[in-house]
């Protein structure tokens, strides 16, 4: 029997987390939104995870957790299209960008089932998959126009909702200045508006973003830092062999920033580094894979499973994510978790100098290869901050912590009306 209210994690894009043997790439935030709803399960709470999928998945539940599914078996088909083919508003309706046979009949299968079936809007999907549900709770991870759908939704069908901020640029004060703003990834000042403003409660990954939140905003929110599977990511054996520098991103010139990675790589010829690297720019791709030095492998896809061994095989972890972009990068608490000396060019919430588990370089390219360098050779001061990191997240970044602030949270929203629940700092 549940010992707390039914809680609904939204991830749409997170359906590959349940079944890795899809292929399809994942990142931190749909691995942080699983683990949290089987944690909850765990913890006696009735769990629910809200996921976008073009196949029914053979089972209901998993590892106690209840999935949602927004069907879209037309998903694929309908975004590959998009890229070939731009909508208009008049005659002739359509204008090709790039043209493929395969076009005679995706087209038409997509406008007969937009005939027939019609395209339900976000807040129609939300709808359908929470209405059926006792009232409860609904967190959204970060701010987009999901999330405010989401929350549309829960607060229609009443649920309480909870949005989690994930990147620091959920909290771009042009969303709140610039009138029509949308970031690149596609997100208007209506949705961050509806997101940080409404009635329901926020809880932050950072000090940073909490005092970001009520600069912008004038609200207070709970700060629950991020959890690692600490079972996962474990340092190998005493003897096994570590060799290298490992970066994980996506091709970018903003965020992630795999070209930065590259230069240092290139300053550090002796070192090699295996850059492991999810789709993004197709330019920056192509540059990178023109212009990368012989000591740089690249690797387009690793199974999340296969994850940690690459983290246990490695002799360092390099961040160059950006402060503006990042939110509290997960992979960082992975290295840390796998005795993993890390190199960033930010410290991100102070993680690297709290837990001295590595070296921040303030955007600092040379230093970075330089630390680099160092770590190879200086078997003393690598033992130091691999132990150190591991010892470091084992104390605070435990899912068994995260659920100890996250607990009173979500109790506190089944108090009677009229009280607000408590938020702790």
Known sequence: MAAGPSVTIVALNASAVINPQAGARIG???TFAWNLARALAADRFEAFFAVRATTMPPEKVVDGVTLLVDFEPLRDLRRGVSEQVLVERSFPWLRVKKWSPALLWRVPILAVARLFGGERSLDQRFGKLLSPLRPGIVIALGVSAESAAALAAAEAAGHEGIIWLQSNGDLDERFFREPGYRNVYGVTGDDANACLKGKHLLIAQTEHQRERLRTLTGRECAVIQNPVDLDAFSPPAENAERRGVLWIGRYDRFHKRPLLALEIARNCPEIPFLFVINDGDPAVAEELRRSKPENVSVVDFVPRPEMPGRFRSAAAFLSTGSLEHEGFPNVLLEAAAAGLPIVSLHDFDGFLKRSECGIATDGDLSLAASSLAQLARDRAEWLRRSVAGRAYVEANHSMAIV???????????????????????
């Open 403 to 425: 659920l100890r602030g996250l607990r009173p949270l979500l109790r506190g929203l089944e108090s009677p009306v009229g009280e607000e629940p408590e938020i702790r700092r």
């Open 28 to 30: 931190g935030l749909e």
